[in-house]
């Protein structure tokens, strides 16, 4: 069974930091792309980032240069880094499994199959 768990999430001031992780199981973590997803309060889904299974990283316009994606496919582990944090960036923080293949030299993603149940950050002074 395929199990994604979320943690790392708190409350900080703006300005600080956290990192948020994502463990893995259940299926072969290295072959997978991975994403980040977050839901501030009442409101809808916002994508964050996404790391392909060959490392490459997007990023969405309003977390550029502040968060760092990263994974660990020795211990199966997803990161999400955190700096400068705004109260904006308050939500609920989700990992998803991200479906990935390889055609003619391109990378593309046809989905996101498997979520945890996320991590609350709440940025406030």
């Known amino acids: 069974e395929v199990q994604v768990v979320e943690s790392g999430g708190g409350l900080v001031q703006p300005g600080g930091s956290l990192r948020l992780s994502c463990a893995a199981s259940?299926?072969?973590?290295?072959?997978?792309?991975m994403t980040w997803v977050r839901q501030a309060p009442g409101k809808g889904l916002e994508w964050v980032s996404f790391?392909?299974?060959?490392?490459?990283?997007n990023y969405a316009d309003s977390v550029k240069g502040r968060f760092t994606i990263s994974r660990d496919n020795a211990n199966n582990t997803l990161y999400l880094q955190m700096n400068s944090l705004k109260p904006e960036d308050t939500a609920v923080y989700y990992c998803a499994r991200t479906l990935e293949g390889y055609y003619m030299g391109s990378y593309y993603y046809y989905g996101m199959d498997y979520w945890g149940k996320g991590t609350l950050v709440t940025v406030s002074s």
């Open positions: 790391i392909n299974s060959g490392g490459i990283t």
């Open positions: 259940g299926s072969t973590f290295s072959n997978y792309a």
